[in-house]
């Protein structure tokens, strides 16, 4: 993943302060960079980064509750919260469940555009666009349709990946992404015919109603909790019997969580249930993993709809 972001206190001792608690860290004592980090924002009480950090440090010493108080003051420090310290408030279960700050999901991205498809794919051996092509391509043979679209919406575009599957199926694509970097990386492949820098029902909602033939989410909605309101601009876009397909991660509860990896992790019958209330129909769900965690494959669906 990217490397951590840190703002600055403002205070020179306190920064000093926070660059030696990360060494310590580095170096395997991560009590004395928690006690260091501790030292750090009693030094400058509105030091994001430093809350943050320290509320990292209190949550892998299973010093769960202090942790909590330093999320919560990285939350009032930085009400962006571009470090996503509400984040893991819900991942404690110290708060409901939320949307994740549109802040913290495009810094994270940002970070991460450079070195994205090296990392995703060689490191978690990420697989996504090919497991939603394959779906996509056995929803249209089940379907007797032919597997080309003239007008396709690529949702959560990151840096092309998506696109590079389905460029032999697809004549015109469209990319939205919340990262400006993430579409800076999109639009080098050349494989898009417009891209948008906008959160995902952002981006849908400046298209036109029944204009698209096929609109695909490739590992987007793990970002995103409650899936009805994208759903439902996903079924305004597309062309009668025009088809969705998208990937989300999931498990074996019921609702919505946030997982391990810190994203949104949704039950088969709450995705069953979202695409009806959008008006999508023949939902096509299939139990797939898209990555790996730490070698270990992340539970996850892939899933088909139709728009009536």
Not at 94 to 110: G, H, T
Not at 196 to 205: P, R
Request: net charge negative; charged share 20%.
């Amino acid at each position: 993943m990217p490397n951590r972001l840190f703002m600055s206190s403002g205070d020179l001792l306190a920064d000093r302060r926070y660059d030696f608690a990360r060494d310590l860290q580095l170096r395997g004592d991560l009590a004395g960079a928690a006690d260091v980090m501790a030292q750090a924002v009693e030094l400058a009480p509105a030091f994001a980064s430093g809350w943050f950090a320290l509320g990292e440090m209190q949550q892998e010493l299973n010093q769960n509750n202090a942790a909590i108080e330093a999320f919560r003051k990285a939350v009032a420090a930085d009400p962006e919260d571009i470090h996503g310290a509400s984040v893991r408030l819900m991942r404690l279960g110290a708060i409901e469940l939320s949307e994740m700050p549109k802040a913290y999901v495009r810094s994270l991205f940002d970070q991460y555009a450079p070195k994205f498809d090296a990392a995703l794919v060689g490191d978690l051996a990420y697989r996504g666009p090919q497991v939603l092509l394959k779906a996509v391509l056995a929803a249209c043979h089940a379907d007797k349709r032919p597997a080309l679209f003239k007008h396709v919406i690529d949702l959560g575009c990151g840096t092309g990946l998506a696109a590079r599957a389905f460029a032999s199926n697809a004549d015109s694509i469209i990319g939205i992404d919340l990262s400006p970097g993430m579409i800076a990386q999109a639009e080098a492949t050349g494989l898009y015919a417009r891209l948008e820098v906008a959160d995902m029902l952002e981006g849908l909602a400046k298209e036109a109603d029944a204009s698209v033939d096929l609109v695909i989410a490739a590992d987007a909605m793990v970002y995103l909790g409650d899936l009805v309101p994208l759903l439902h601009e996903v079924a305004r876009v597309l062309k009668p019997q025009g088809l969705a397909g998208f990937t989300v991660e999931t498990h074996t509860g019921a609702g919505v969580i946030i997982g391990g990896g810190l994203r949104y992790a949704h039950s088969e019958i709450y995705v069953r249930d979202a695409l009806m209330q959008a008006g999508l129909s023949q939902p096509r769900i299939e139990c797939v993993s898209t990555r790996n965690d730490a070698g270990v494959p992340v539970p996850g669906l892939v899933v088909t709809a139709v728009r009536n």
